[in-house]
Nanobody, 123 residues
Framework: QVLLVESGGGLVQAGSSMRLSCVVS????????MAWFRQALGKGREFVAS????????DYADSVQGRFAISKDNAKNMVHLQMDSLKPEDTAVYFC????????????????WGRGTQVTVSS
């Protein structure tokens, strides 16, 4: 069984940086396309970033382009999301997702999900 566990969330001020991590167990991260999604209170889950199983290419939502960076560490079976210049509107629960077949912006593409980690950005 493939399990994903996120870490690194917390409370920061606007303009700060934060790094989220997701560890993959029961499978090999190098064989998965990986993605990050987020869900703000009262809203639907939205795409943030994704990476091909090789680590490249990567894809980003317009709202985070140039501020966030996704990276895969296949040796450690992990994926990271570096978030810079954080804004209050980035406040959400962030979820890690994995799929053995393809990289996509669509929620339904991904077979495996973590439970999420809360990111709160104060103004």
């Amino acid at each position: 069984q493939v399990l994903l566990v996120e870490s690194g969330g917390g409370l920061v001020q606007a303009g700060s940086s934060m790094r989220l991590s997701c560890v993959v167990s029961g499978g090999t991260a190098s064989r998965f396309a990986m993605a990050w999604f987020r869900q703000a209170l009262g809203k639907g889950r939205e795409f943030v970033a994704s990476a091909h199983w090789t680590g490249s290419p990567t894809d980003y939502a317009d709202s985070v382009q140039g501020r966030f960076a996704i990276s895969k560490d296949n040796a450690k079976n992990m994926v990271h999301l570096q978030m810079d210049s954080l804004k209050p509107e980035d406040t959400a629960v962030y979820f890690c997702a994995a799929d053995p077949v393809r990289q996509s912006r669509a929620l339904e593409t991904y077979d495996y999900w973590g439970r999420g980690t809360q990111v709160t950005v104060s103004s």
